[in-house]
């Protein structure tokens, strides 16, 4: 068994979505939950599901979201991407400011590099995501 783009594709935008995604070894069975240690918020449901995947799975692997010097290297790789030299300066002050995630957010969700941001992130969350499961020993597509 072997995971495919796909499936890749789907855990990067569940870890984006703040969730944390559980991996079966033996079926490649994919089951997701809030990260709590990230959110907030009653955790009951996400404790029976968790507790489900304990009693059920024999073996899983578990991916969660980047850290954030990981996340912040993303925003530094994204601005080589733009090709407009004041946008570039804009997004330098602001990595360089206090509430860099937020502000870099803000700054080019409100901008025509919208799109090639989540386009951006997303590659490099998928990248993320196969680096973790070829550590975990995962046969990727």
């Given at each position: 068994?072997?995971?495919?783009?796909k499936?890749i594709?789907?855990?990067?935008?569940?870890?984006?979505?703040?969730?944390k995604?559980?991996?079966?070894r033996?079926?490649?069975?994919?089951r997701?939950?809030?990260?709590?240690d990230?959110?907030?918020?009653?955790?009951?449901l996400?404790?029976?599901?968790?507790?489900?995947?304990?009693?059920?799975w024999?073996?899983?692997?578990v991916l969660?979201?980047?850290?954030?010097r990981e996340a912040?290297?993303i925003?530094e790789?994204?601005i080589?991407?733009?090709k407009?030299?004041k946008?570039?300066q804009d997004?330098?002050k602001i990595l360089?400011r206090?509430s860099p995630?937020g502000?870099f957010k803000?700054?080019?969700?409100?901008?025509d590099?919208?799109q090639n941001?989540?386009?951006?992130?997303?590659?490099?969350y998928?990248?993320?995501?196969?680096?973790?499961?070829?550590n975990?020993?995962?046969?990727?597509?």
């Open positions: 068994m072997i995971l495919t783009a499936q594709n789907e855990i990067a935008q569940e870890l984006l979505a703040g969730m995604v559980f991996i079966n033996e079926t490649l069975e994919i997701t939950i809030l990260d709590w990230t959110m907030y918020g009653d955790t009951e996400w404790d029976e599901e968790l507790e489900k995947i304990e009693q059920e024999a073996s899983y692997v969660q979201k980047m850290e954030s912040f290297s925003m790789d994204f080589e991407e733009v407009d030299l946008m570039q997004l330098i360089n206090k995630f502000n803000a700054e080019v969700e409100s901008s590099y919208r941001w989540f386009d951006f992130r997303q590659r490099k998928e990248e993320y995501v196969r680096e973790q499961l070829e975990e020993n995962i046969e990727l597509e």
